[in-house]
């Protein structure tokens, strides 16, 4: 079992509405739970981009091996495919055309994959870059989808 949270890093201009056809993908294509978060402030984070982050959190991978191996493998490409079919359909319709980022990180912070999709259309790796700050792990993510609500709301009266 496994959750994923989709994080928008600039939520004025990727709302959860507008994500919510790539995380509906995401939860069909590779059976997993899939949450939102976006980050109360930013500081003076600027960009050109349309900024998104999924990050992959799962159970027990020390007991499957190299089943574990083998799910990363096939998460990490659906959820790039998830990705690039929606942000090709996002550029097609912009009038004022945006770069579009998508980080991949584990649960340990650790970058998986990283790529840009150009206002051209094509696809960058940029994986290898050297990763300055290490993200924060999102700590209070809502759920995409109503199944999730009841128990979101549990969790969250627990928390007061």
Do not use: C
């Not at 509906?24 to 998104?52: C, N, R, W």
């Not at 991949?104 to 094509?122: A, Q, W």
């Amino acid at each position: 079992m496994y959750k994923i949270i989709v994080v928008s890093k600039n939520k004025g201009i990727v709302s959860k509405d507008e994500l919510s056809t790539f995380a509906a993908s995401l939860k069909s294509s590779l059976d997993a739970e899939v949450e939102f978060y976006t980050p109360e402030f930013l500081g003076t984070q600027v960009t050109f981009h349309d900024v998104v982050e999924v990050w992959l959190l799962f159970e027990g991978k020390k007991v499957l091996g190299k089943v574990f191996d083998k799910m990363i493998d096939k998460t990490l490409d659906k959820t790039l495919d998830a990705f690039i079919k929606w942000a090709k359909e996002r550029l097609s319709s912009e009038e004022n055309k945006r770069p579009k980022s998508l980080s991949i990180y584990d649960e340990n912070r650790k970058k998986i994959k990283s790529v840009i999709l150009n206002t051209k259309g094509e696809i960058e790796d940029n994986t290898e870059e050297e990763q300055l700050i290490k993200p924060n792990t999102p700590k209070k993510s809502e759920p995409f989808f109503e199944k999730n609500v009841e128990r979101n709301t549990q969790e969250k009266a627990t928390d007061l």
